[in-house]
């Protein structure tokens, strides 16, 4: 769909008009909390700072948003027509592919190729996606008997709040929108600090799409200001969350305190990579390694565990130590650059402290160490690391969100499984081996929502993503997305 060319980027990033208020009913507005101070990871420098939302402009924002579902102005049109305007939506956000995708690397520094080719991509088909399936879906008409009819509908549940993480900033916000928006919904965002440039661009050309004002409004703010009062709110009716477990399950008490709003967590994972005696041990291994590097490491399903036989663990190491040699950080800004900055300083020190600390816990480190990398003057730069450990590391047990991937031995198949199995998480796993048997019954036995065998991260809108245990329940993509943020409702008629 896109191809990012040319040297000029950071010229480009230059020009680009930032969007720094709250966007609420259609107009722009100040927010009343000290305003934000983003930093580009890229190199360092400080980007325009970006107004705040407090309780008071969240509350302005969900009213905002209630009126809008109230008036019906979105909420009450037929669903081929919400499918069109999302459609046209997708279009839009498709003509400023560009735009939106520099917007994403300027602030949280994924290469500027992977934000367009692989994010914006992402961005466009789910948007396009859901304006499809939305007048394909069909309610329900159980049988009952011949004296009375029974309907079950879905109705949309009225405001949606949606908070999302930054790592893959505008493909987060899109699986939570689109669905959300398909069905009659009014949204309010809270992206992360560390993207919110692209969040707010994004929601103005919902806007020129002909998305109503007040359907989608956007209140940048601080997680503990703005992402609680959305999730305190008594006007919310469904909060859908991507982030980490502590933060999602804070999401869980707000909620409980305020009005019981539907609350759908989407956390953290541990992503085992389960290398079967059989497999071709080196095609596993790179894939690996390369699921584990691939957006910096930061990334809910990085698959940050590989797990192979007793007898194949130094050669593992080995092919993966190669592996990350070759996968060194450089400019995002260069259409060449597949591995770009650390979100943050704070996130590269949060990063280094695991090596630091598996190190002192007496890991095999195969390549790179705890020293930040220079590859543009002033940014947040990380070399991949691969460690040797034991599952009772803490790099092994706990999510990094960097490159760093731990190689474990194991024993024989219930030890391989207890190790996968053994931590908080339940996301995602993959599988390699060409035994069809062996892969039907080891999948069975992974606690995960997804599984890949024999490749990584590959999908589909048409599958739902999400995990179990600690990873949260909430699901993305897929019609069954829409069940979130639609309320069964159950008609009887007595036909007399
Ligand atoms: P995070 O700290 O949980 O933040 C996620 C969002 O919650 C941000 O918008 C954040 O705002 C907000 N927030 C922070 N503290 C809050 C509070 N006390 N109350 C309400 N909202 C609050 O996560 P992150 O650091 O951005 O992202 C990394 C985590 O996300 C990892 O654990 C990763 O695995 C997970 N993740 C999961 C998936 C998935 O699909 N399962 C996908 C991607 C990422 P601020 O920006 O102001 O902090
Ligand atoms: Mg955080």
């Known amino acids: 769909m896109f191809t990012a060319t040319g040297s000029d980027w950071e010229q480009r990033a230059a020009a680009l008009h930032l969007r720094t208020g709250l966007l609420i009913d ?64 997708a279009q839009k956000i498709h003509d400023n592919a560009e735009e939106l995708a520099l917007l994403i690397s300027l602030e949280m520094g994924k290469p500027i190729r992977e934000a367009l080719q692989t994010e914006m991509r992402a961005v466009v088909n789910c948007f396009r996606w859901y304006g499809e399936a939305v007048d394909k879906v069909l309610d329900e008409l159980p049988v009952t008997s011949p004296n009375s009819l029974a309907l079950v509908t879905r109705e949309p549940a009225g405001v949606v709040a949606a908070v999302v993480p930054w790592n893959f900033p505008l493909t987060m916000t899109a699986w939570k929108l689109a669905p959300a928006l398909a069905v009659g919904n009014s949204v309010v965002l809270k992206p992360a600090e560390n993207s919110s440039f692209s969040a707010l ?24 200001e703005a992402g609680r009062a959305l999730g305190e709110h008594n006007d919310v009716d469904v909060i859908t969350f991507t ?6 399950r804070k999401f869980l008490t707000y909620s409980g305190l305020s009005n019981g709003k539907r609350v759908w967590p989407e956390l953290g994972g541990k992503t085992a990579s389960l290398v079967l005696p059989d497999a071709d041990l080196e095609r596993a291994v790179r894939a690996t390694a390369d699921g584990c590097f691939y957006n910096q490491g930061q990334m809910c399903t990085a698959s940050s565990r590989l797990l192979v036989p007793r007898a194949d663990r130094d050669r593992a190491l080995e092919i993966a130590a190669e592996v990350a040699r070759t996968t060194l950080p450089a400019d995002p800004f260069e259409v060449t650059t597949s591995m770009g900055a650390i ?50 590391n803490e790099v092994a047990r706990r999510e990094v969100f960097g490159p760093v991937l731990s190689v474990i031995a194991y024993d024989d198949l219930d030890d391989a499984l207890a190790i996968a199995n053994g931590t908080e998480y339940g996301l995602a796993a993959a599988l390699w081996s060409n035994d069809l048997n062996a892969v039907h019954r080891v999948s069975r036995r992974i606690k995960a929502g997804v599984v890949w065998v024999n490749c990584f991260e590959e999908g589909d809108m048409t599958m739902p993503f999400g995990g179990v245990k600690g990873s949260g329940y909430g699901r993305d993509k897929s019609l069954h997305a829409l069940e979130k943020f639609t309320d069964l409702k159950s008609t009887w008629i007595e036909l007399s």
């Open 201 to 224: 661009r994004l929601a103005e050309l919902a806007l020129e799409a002909g998305i109503p004002a007040g359907v989608l409004n956007v209140t940048p703010g601080r997680g503990h």
């Open 26 to 89: 259609g107009e722009w507005v100040q927010g009343s909390a000290e305003p934000l101070t983003p930093i580009s990871p890229r190199d360092g420098r400080a980007l325009p700072a970006i107004s705040a939302a407090s309780d008071a402009d969240v509350d302005r924002a969900v009213r905002s948003a209630r009126a809008a579902f109230d008036s019906g102005c979105w909420s009450q049109r037929a669903p081929r027509e919400r499918g069109q305007a999302l459609i046209a939506f």
């Open 343 to 392: 979100v943050s300083e704070n996130q590269l020190r949060s990063i280094a402290g695991f090596v630091e600390r598996a190190d002192a816990e007496g890991a095999e480190i195969a390549a790179g160490g705890a020293e930040r990398f220079d590859a543009v003057a002033g940014g947040s730069y990380f070399a991949p690391v691969v460690v040797g450990v034991t599952p009772e």
């Open 243 to 248: 982030g980490s477990p502590e933060v999602g």
